[in-house]
């Protein structure tokens, strides 16, 4: 099987890789860098899905296209981090998934009200630089113990389980 996920993103590709070559030996992987087509920070949990949906069709062509988006949303008063996967068939059947919401501390939280980028506003936060390729905001916040690609790990969990369960229906 051949798969391209839409970003160039590190964590997203540590996790992409290892889950996939865990469970669909003999597939090959490439990424591409496509737009999301939403918000450069995503304010919902919607255009986060969303933006997971458009990478995953766009990079979808002959190949199983993936999309991971990254995001917030709110709950009532408190901003939450959100995470969303998809994964498209080259015949064009979607499966998304979402992964772990925590919230954020009300200060980064006032700087994305503000219009500032979550990457961009934990990097100050931490005094560190491209947070997003490392260990993400969901590390950052979870002392290491759920870093970024381990987040999206279990999303590409739940994307190959329902791609897995699909092809098991057509048997």
């Avoid at 995503?42 to 993936?66: F, L, W």
């Avoid at 998809?86 to 700087?111: H, N, R, S, V």
Wanted: proline share 4%; aromatic share 6%.
């Amino acid at each position: 099987m051949k798969f391209v996920l839409g970003s160039e993103n590190q964590a997203k590709k540590r996790a992409v890789v290892h889950i996939i070559k865990r469970f669909l030996e003999n597939s090959t992987i490439t990424s591409a860098s496509v737009p999301s087509s939403v918000s450069a920070q995503p304010m919902s949990a919607e255009e986060t899905r969303q933006g997971a949906i458009n990478r995953s069709i766009a990079t979808a062509k002959d190949a199983y296209g993936i999309g991971l988006e990254g995001g917030v949303h709110m709950m009532g008063d408190t901003m939450y981090l959100c995470n969303w996967g998809a994964l498209t068939t080259p015949e064009g059947e979607t499966f998304t998934a979402a992964g772990a919401q925590i919230p954020l501390p009300e200060e980064l939280a006032d700087e994305i009200h503000r219009g500032k980028e979550l990457g961009e506003v934990v990097d100050a936060y931490f005094k560190k630089q491209n947070v997003r390729m490392t260990e993400g905001a969901m590390g950052m916040l979870t002392a290491q113990l759920i870093p970024r690609d381990v987040l999206f790990e279990h999303i590409m969990q739940l994307l190959i389980g329902q791609l897995l369960y699909s092809k098991s229906l057509q048997s």
